[in-house]
């Protein structure tokens, strides 16, 4: 095969072009010693350099500029690329300066580039650090599991089946309201909606059914709040409807003298520590997605997590079920340190009042030296009109000022 069949078409991050002229910098780093009153020197061999090529490339034809504006965004993309070098072949690079475009009218539909690449090489000494995220969903399975293996057992209609599913609709009901709260909460109207709807009215509908097999009426709830999930547009809904669901429980006490009154009150317990625990894994992995914007919306959310988690873990203590507890105050660590660790280094908020009525671009330059931040103002601060932003009251806004 000819050299010429072996020739590849060159490109950088897929932004094709063709090659005038190739040049290779390659060889071994070294460090000569020279000593005084010696006559020989040492060298001292560091291993081998950076391998860096330096192409003279052009793009040509009647749309030259659309590959040619191609090869220049590239070119100034963060981080290495693959480089098809028409010689040697694909290659990881860094483009690096200088590099060069020349256009001009002798030369009409045709741009030629200097380009300089380096190989872009390993990072032999990479960071090690925490999942969070994976530590926070893995604490939700755990409480998960402890509800099925702990809260479940607690709860049967076995003994007196028509008393105790009597006794046990008045929380079925009052799950059922709250649950329709969350509901409302997080969604608009649709046909989701409607099937989640159905759901949550089947927890009364279907109470001796349900109640006969307890395992299938806690996964029923469980289905539910991750349909709430699946409904909410906003993380920020979904969270504070969990959050009131993790105090769910304003239920008026079961007498418990006799053997019935006794299994009545396990099973309310049982049924309202299910539905708490439930929300709290709910809330855990809806704030395990969550983007935060500032250190002080990280840190709302972490103390509107926390102790609502901190208020399920003693209800599970009060109620002699420790493994639940213990896998609760899991979950609030695990939480805990996740939004630390992602919101920690963020920047705080402040309050900044412009002395008068003006652009949010002239704010956003005069604060930050940076006039495309007038929409995060408009945003965080709900002005009406960006080009009036009313002077005298106080807005939020991110960083030092």
Not at 321 to 343: E, H, K, M, N, Y
Request: charged fraction near 20%; charge should be negative.
């Amino acid at each position: 095969m000819a050299w010429r069949d072996k020739l590849q078409q060159g490109s950088f991050r897929g932004a094709r072009f063709e090659v005038k002229e190739s040049r290779a910098q390659f060889g071994r780093r070294n460090q000569t010693f020279e000593y005084p009153d010696r006559d020989r020197p040492y060298t001292e061999d560091l291993g081998r350099s950076a391998r860096r090529w330096a192409l003279e490339v052009f793009v040509v034809g009647p749309d030259y500029m659309a590959a040619r504006d191609a090869l220049i965004d590239a070119i100034e993309a963060k981080g290495s690329g693959a480089l098809v070098h028409p010689y040697l072949g694909a290659v990881r690079a860094n483009a690096i300066v200088p590099c060069e475009v020349i256009e001009s009218a002798e030369e009409g539909g045709m741009a030629r580039f200097s380009l300089q690449f380096v190989e872009a090489g390993d990072d032999l000494n990479p960071s090690a650090g925490i999942d969070t995220v994976a530590d926070s969903l893995a604490a939700a399975s755990g409480v998960d599991d402890a509800i099925t293996a702990v809260v479940v057992p607690t709860i049967t209609i076995a003994p007196n089946p028509q008393s105790l599913l009597d006794k046990a609709l008045a929380t079925l009901k009052a799950a059922r309201t709250a649950l329709n709260g969350a509901l409302q909460a997080v969604a608009a109207v649709g046909h989701t909606l409607w099937a989640v709807q159905g759901q949550i009215d089947g927890l009364v509908g279907a109470a001796e059914e349900l109640l006969s097999a307890p395992g299938d009426l806690i996964g029923q709830v469980q289905s539910i709040l991750s349909s709430l999930d699946a409904l909410a547009t906003y993380p920020e809904d979904l969270i504070a409807a969990l959050a009131a669901l993790m105090g769910f429980g304003d239920i008026p006490s079961t007498p418990a003298n006799t053997p019935t009154e006794i299994q009545a009150a396990a099973n309310q317990t049982g049924l309202v520590l299910a539905i708490r625990a439930a929300a709290a894994s709910g809330a855990a992995r809806a704030v395990s997605s969550m983007e935060f914007t500032s250190y002080d919306d990280a840190a709302t959310w972490r103390a509107t997590v926390g102790d609502a988690l901190d208020a399920v873990a003693d209800a599970a203590g009060d109620a002699g079920l420790p493994d639940l507890r213990q896998a609760l105050v899991a979950l609030r660590l695990a939480v805990i340190q996740d939004v630390t660790a992602r919101g920690g280094s963020l920047a705080h908020l402040y309050a900044y009042t412009p002395a008068q009525t003006e652009p949010a671009l002239v704010i956003a330059q005069r604060l930050y030296g940076d006039p495309t931040r007038a929409g995060e103002i408009v945003a965080r601060n709900a002005v009406i009109h960006p080009l009036f932003v009313p002077g005298g009251q106080a807005l939020e806004v991110l960083g030092d000022v």
